[in-house]
């Protein structure tokens, strides 16, 4: 089975603070991505990566920054950490070849900044 | 572009009854349409999917077909229990986009015994 990980469940920041959000899956996937969910407005793309090194903006990346220095780990990264950035960070990989590229989500990081 | 619509909840039904949760769609090529749940929780889970029209994707006793010429991916099942309770989320990948995901703002499932 495809294991999608994330460093935490929940997190509590405060205003200003740098935070890191650390992914990690063990499929070799080629893809990753990182979204936010808010009640209403269900999952956004904030950025995803189709290799290592690579970064390509979503919807929403003001705010927000990443890294992938190694194929399975993908990080998130609020360099000013705001309270509108309070929300549920969900993390996914996909492969890139195999028929049909469902995306592999990780069980989610709730980050409150207050 | 691209884009999911489906039907706001949430949804409350009692246990064993029929569940239709809508689901429309625009997209400029070919889309694969997708149904995750995501439980109390959890992260998203695949529930089923559909690659090219008229096909059905089913699991857990939920169905969907993918009709495209009502755009359309709505997803069913006969009897319902409590531990579907969850919200569900239609979802599009689109071959012209790569291997990015358009999915539609969730509905709330609640099933009550």
């Known amino acids: 089975d495809v294991k999608v990980t994330q460093s935490s469940r929940y997190l509590v920041k405060r205003t200003g603070e740098k935070v890191f959000l650390e992914c990690v899956q063990d499929?070799?996937?080629?893809?990753m991505f990182w979204y936010r969910q808010d009640p209403g407005l269900g999952l956004r793309l904030i950025y995803f990566s189709y290799d290592v090194k690579m970064k390509e903006k979503g919807d929403i990346p003001e705010g927000y920054s990443v890294s992938r220095e190694k194929k399975e780990r993908f990080s998130l990264i609020l360099e000013s950490a705001s309270t509108n950035q309070t929300s549920m960070y969900l993390c996914a990989s996909s492969p890139t070849s195999g028929g049909v590229l469902e995306q592999y989500f990780g069980p989610g990081t709730r980050l409150t900044v207050t | 572009g691209n884009s999911v619509t489906q039907m706001e909840g949430p949804v409350t039904l009692s246990e064993e009854a029929f569940l239709t949760i809508n689901c429309t769609y625009t997209a400029t090529g070919y889309p694969s349409l997708f149904w995750y749940v995501q439980y109390p929780g959890e992260g998203l889970q695949l529930l089923l999917k559909?690659?090219?029209?008229?096909d059905k994707g089913s699991n857990k006793g939920f169905e969907a077909t993918y009709r495209k010429e009502t755009t359309s991916f709505h997803l069913e099942k006969g009897s319902v229990q409590v531990s579907d309770s969850a919200v569900y989320f239609c979802a599009l990948s689109d071959q012209h986009t790569g291997n990015q995901f358009y999915f539609g703002t969730g509905t709330s499932l609640t099933v009550i015994p």
């Open positions: 499929m070799d996937h080629e893809n």
């Open positions: 559909a690659t090219k029209a008229d």
